[in-house]
């Protein structure tokens, strides 16, 4: 069999935390452009070396795990993720790169012994998959030496990167284009948009899918051609992108609510929350409200010795957000769904909560 660059190499099926979920395909050439592309970002080599805990078959895993092996680097699949194991990997390991979702460097940031941890044989520890609060990049970023950068990316294709040594001067922005990839943003009648303004970030990319599995209505939907001819695709994430091209994510577009003709954006409310000191994590929904059409209500998970309650909890983020931006509801939880790369499936919290209010 005779393998040609435009033949499908692989199909990876997107997380469905806002929809049904869609076979991804790429071809083999978008994989090799993948492949080159990344490892020039997280400067893979022969000496390479990555600790991979996430699962294989993921695309987070393959945006590590591709360059890796482009480059004849050296690849150890850890297995699940163990907190404590994780750092003695590190230590007889000694690997150069790495994958870390929120989750994970939250797991670690709690054990004493990641703080004694040698990270210095790290060349780029990635977050991906999830975001990751302006505290934990701040605190992942002390623990690791300064060794964290991030990839903001969806699945078709599209994707921005930031340098370890960029972040502490942009913690808000997921970085920059990487090569071959430009995105623009839009507003919801599909305008383009000036620098600085938020709308629903449009890309195209080199690696780029070559469509979804027999969904013909799907590809249709996710294309915006700009005014110059060139067709790019939807991500769903609302930004904002600077005149030096630095993004910054304000969340998906499903998540955005109107609550009284006003645009809420439920990453500006989540910020606030986990400035809290008894607070872990936040995530913020939006219900349905019989005056205002919507409402936001945080979901919150306290830190192991957080004690504050609800109640006491939305009036001080109401205090610190916009009148219009204020908080119906505080509902404290264990822990958040997620999917296998830690990112909130936002969709189960919003239908848990009406039966809490039944």
Same mark, same amino acid.
């Given at each position: 069999?005779? *393998? ?5 190499? #692989?199909?990876?099926?997107?997380? =469905?935390?806002? $929809?049904?979920?869609? =076979? ?27 600790? *991979?805990?996430?699962?294989?078959? #993921? ?19 850890? =297995? ?16 150069? *790169? ?43 970023? /002390? ?38 990839? /430009? ?13 600085? /303004? ?20 799907? %590809? ?15 991500? =769903? ?25 006003? %645009? ?8 606030? $929350? ?67 790369? $830690? ?7 919003? /239908? ?7």
């Amino acid at each position: 069999m005779i *393998l040609r660059p435009d033949d499908p190499a #692989t199909i990876i099926y997107s997380s =469905g935390t806002t $929809g049904t979920p869609k =076979g991804i395909v790429h071809s083999h050439r978008a994989r090799a452009q993948m492949a080159l592309i990344l490892a020039s970002v997280f400067r893979c080599s022969t000496s390479c070396r990555l600790l *991979l805990t996430t699962p294989p078959h #993921t695309n987070g895993s393959f945006m590590v795990l591709l360059p890796t092996l482009a480059t004849g680097g050296a690849v150890y699949l850890a =297995g699940s993720f163990n907190p404590q194991r994780y750092l003695e990997e590190i230590r007889r390991f000694r690997p150069t *790169l790495a994958f870390m979702v929120p989750t994970m460097a939250q797991a670690l940031i709690d054990l004493p012994a990641a703080q004694e941890t040698d990270w210095s044989c790290f060349d780029f520890i990635v977050t991906a998959g999830a975001p990751m609060s302006s505290e934990l990049k701040r605190r992942t970023r /002390e623990m690791t030496g300064e060794r964290l950068g991030e990839l903001w990316g969806f699945t078709e294709g599209v994707a921005t990167a930031i340098q370890p040594h960029q972040m502490k001067d942009h913690p808000d922005s997921v970085g920059r284009a990487i090569p071959t990839c /430009e995105i623009r943003v839009v507003d919801e009648c599909g305008n383009e948009l000036p620098k600085g /303004e938020i709308g629903e970030l449009v890309g195209r990319c080199a690696i780029a899918m070559t469509g979804y599995l027999a969904r013909p209505a799907s %590809n249709e939907a996710i294309a915006w051609k700009s005014p110059d001819g060139h067709v790019f695709m939807r991500t =769903g994430d609302l930004g904002s992108v600077d005149a030096d091209g630095w993004v910054t994510i304000k969340g998906r577009s499903k998540d955005m609510l109107i609550s009284g003709g006003l %645009n809420i954006y439920p990453a500006d409310i989540e910020a606030v $929350g986990l400035e809290h000191p008894a607070v872990q994590d936040c995530s913020v929904v939006g219900v349905s409200h019989p005056k205002w059409g919507e409402t936001p209500v945080a979901f919150v998970k306290l830190k192991p010795s957080g004690e504050v309650g609800a109640d006491e909890l939305k009036a001080w983020i109401n205090e610190r957000v916009g009148r219009h931006q204020r908080v119906h509801d505080v509902v404290l939880v264990g822990e958040f769904p997620r999917n296998t790369l $830690g990112k909130v499936v936002k969709g189960e919290l919003a /239908e848990v909560y009406a039966p809490l209010q039944a």
